[in-house]
């Protein structure tokens, strides 16, 4: 059971480059997410998707890009890489109705370490 | 600015003895509230939740109780063992199963054998 799949597990940016950050789930889950960690200041919220076709903005969303056009897969684009986004990327997904998210929460994948220099 | 806050960064324990994590949040509109513990260089797990209709949730050695009058929970730990060790992350949504949840910046529990 793979569950959350992050690739690549780390990547050296130069800044200006683009790249993808791969994210897919094998347990059908309608919601997922993107979040970024920083030191000190927890995970917060890049760009989530309700279902395959459906994405918008969270409390970070500058910088990024993500589409969603199938249910397992949720990449997320930067699109000209900042030393500003130098940080840890979490992927997460949810089963998204009541007694899913409460019994189970989110399903987070192991992270991408991004450093952009 | 910071809608859930963990002021504690770090906190010792001996083994066998009780933990006690700490959050508060500012956003009245919360509802749902969640514990995630993370190992390094692994993402978050789940590890207990509560609603805002209750005021303790129970499972195994976890216990979290809600305050919304003090808009304060907290995470219970009982009896602490070694592979606690993590750190935890307290979580709000505003609507379940929604996509904005917002995080705390973390507490680091050592166990101490």
Redesign the interface.
């Known amino acids: 059971n793979a569950g959350?799949t992050q690739t690549p597990k780390f990547q050296v940016l130069k800044t200006g480059q683009s790249m993808t950050l791969q994210c897919a789930q094998d347990m059908n889950h309608e919601?997922m997410?993107w979040?970024r960690q920083d030191p000190?200041?927890?995970?917060?919220?890049i760009h989530?998707?309700?279902g395959a076709g459906i994405t918008?903005q969270?409390?970070v969303p500058n910088g990024y890009n993500v589409s969603r056009s199938t249910t397992e897969d949720f990449p997320l684009r930067l699109l000209s890489a900042a030393p500003s986004q130098t940080s840890v990327y979490?992927c997460?997904s949810?089963?998204?109705?009541?007694s899913?998210?409460?019994?189970?929460?989110?399903?987070?994948?192991?992270?991408t370490r991004l450093t952009v220099v | 600015d910071q809608q859930v806050k963990q002021n504690s960064p770090s906190l010792s324990v001996q083994e066998g003895r009780i933990s006690i994590l700490n959050c508060d949040y500012t956003n009245s509109m919360f509802d749902y509230f969640l514990w995630y513990k993370k190992y390094p260089a692994e993402g978050p797990t789940f590890l207990i939740s509560i609603s805002s209709i209750k005021d303790k949730n129970e499972d195994g050695r976890f216990t979290v109780f809600l305050n919304k009058s003090a808009k304060h929970l907290s995470l219970h730990i009982v009896p602490s063992q070694p592979g606690d060790s993590a750190v935890y992350f307290c979580a709000a949504s505003a609507k379940s199963g929604a996509n904005n949840l917002f995080f705390g910046t973390g507490t680091r529990l050592t166990v101490i054998p």
């Open positions: 959350v919601y997410s979040y000190g200041m927890g995970l917060r919220l989530y998707s309700v918008d969270g409390e979490f997460a949810s089963g998204g109705q009541d899913l998210f409460f019994n189970y929460g989110y399903t987070f994948g192991s992270g």
